[in-house]
């Protein structure tokens, strides 16, 4: 059994009620004075990454944490750094930022920042991520380019993830219920993020919004401060 938790929060990150799930996190991770690595990738393709990682590190700064680095993971040869990979080994929270959810995925994939993020989980450490960076924690994300889906990461088996559900997300889930079916759909507005507490396989959503969890294309909503499972 993993003994991590994750954070999967849909977009719109860094204000308002983000900080909800943002400051829970920091206390699975630890407390304020747990290590944290910021990587900004997603948002490399349009180099965005630096501005998007100083928005994060303030962000989480604003917050009350002491200890928070940018990582420059923002290709494929930054992806198997060593030293990238030692930063995300020895971080208590590990965040993916949003942006170009294939680039990311593909860039991470079979990485040693990857195999570190792996690692870390667990060993107990919180991975969080907020849209793109949501979507590629789960064993699919989709690729809506191509109108296809495509292996993610694997931390959460059997999903994939739906940002921004709030907006434009909610419009993916019919095609993916035809293009996954079997497969649990997680769909998260926009300001808000779930995070398992560790027990029974509990979530819990917090922030602005809710969360739309699609079981063979059926939706159940959950507002903030309610639990479900998956």
């Known amino acids: 059994m993993t003994k991590g938790f994750l954070l999967l929060e849909g977009g719109a990150e860094f204000g308002g009620r983000m900080a909800d799930p943002d400051r829970r996190a920091l206390e699975l991770a630890g407390g304020y004075d747990a290590a944290l690595s910021i990587l900004p990738t ?3 393709p349009d180099h965005n990454h630096q501005r998007a990682g100083q928005n994060g590190q303030s962000w989480f700064e604003s917050l009350g944490a002491r200890q928070v680095a940018v990582l420059p993971v923002i290709d494929r040869a930054s992806a198997d750094s060593p030293e990238n990979a ?3 080994q020895n971080s208590r929270l590990v965040y993916l930022l949003g942006g170009f959810t294939h680039f990311l995925g593909q860039t991470l994939s079979g990485s040693r920042c ?3 993020m792996n690692s870390a989980f667990q060993a107990g450490a919180v991975i969080a991520g907020s849209s793109a960076g949501a979507m590629v924690l789960c064993q699919y994300y ?3 380019g191509h109108a296809s889906v495509v292996e993610g990461l694997n931390f959460l088996p059997g999903t994939c993830f739906l940002p921004h559900h709030n ?3 909610q419009g993916w889930a019919a095609q993916l219920a035809k293009l996954l079916p079997g497969q649990v759909l997680i769909g998260v507005d926009e300001q808000t993020g779930i995070l398992n507490n ?3 396989g509990a979530w819990n959503v917090y922030g602005k919004g809710a969360a739309t969890i699609y ?3 059926r939706p159940v909503i959950y507002q903030p401060g309610q639990t479900f499972s998956l």
């Open 198 to 200: 560790g027990r029974d």
């Open 114 to 116: 990857s195999q570190a």
């Open 42 to 44: 997603a948002a490399a």
């Open 215 to 217: 079981r063979a294309g």
């Open 167 to 169: 907006t434009f997300g």
């Open 142 to 144: 989709y690729h809506p």
């Open 86 to 88: 030692a930063a995300i």
